[in-house]
Nanobody, 121 residues
Framework: QLVESGGGLVQPGGSLRLSCSGS????????IGWFRQAPGKEREALFC????????SYSDSVKGRFAIIRDIAKNAAYLQMNNLKTEDTGVYYC????????????????WGKGTLVTVST
């Protein structure tokens, strides 16, 4: 099971760090992705990190502000979000793909239930 945490209410310009943990998964053997779904919009892929720590970025809207990080020792992955904007509001999901590489886009093998991020004054 993948579990996201760290969401909440933050003001524009603020930062949050989302965490993804997997009690049943060894992150050594999975590619990990972060996705989000804004209200009324379709799910959007943000990043995927491979076992080699190679990162695939999918979204220009978060470029330079967000980053994906993986900590094998803690069996966790993180989404560092800086300079948040109101349009970043949404439910953020982590997902896992079996294998070393990010090859499935948003057709990942396992998904968490998401954590809500609200950017508002």
């Amino acid at each position: 099971q993948l579990v996201e945490s760290g969401g909440g209410l933050v003001q524009p310009g603020g930062s949050l760090r989302l965490s993804c943990s997997g009690s049943s998964y060894s992150f050594n053997y999975y590619a990990i992705g972060w996705f989000r779904q804004a209200p009324g919009k379709e799910r959007e892929a943000l990043f995927c990190i491979e076992s080699s720590d190679g990162v695939t970025s999918y979204s220009d809207s978060v470029k330079g502000r967000f980053a994906i990080i993986r900590d094998i020792a803690k069996n966790a992955a993180y989404l560092q979000m800086n300079n948040l904007k109101t349009e970043d509001t949404g439910v953020y999901y982590c997902a896992a793909e079996v294998g070393d590489y990010c090859s499935k886009g948003d057709d990942m093998d396992y998904w968490g239930k998401g954590t809500l991020v609200t950017v508002s004054t």
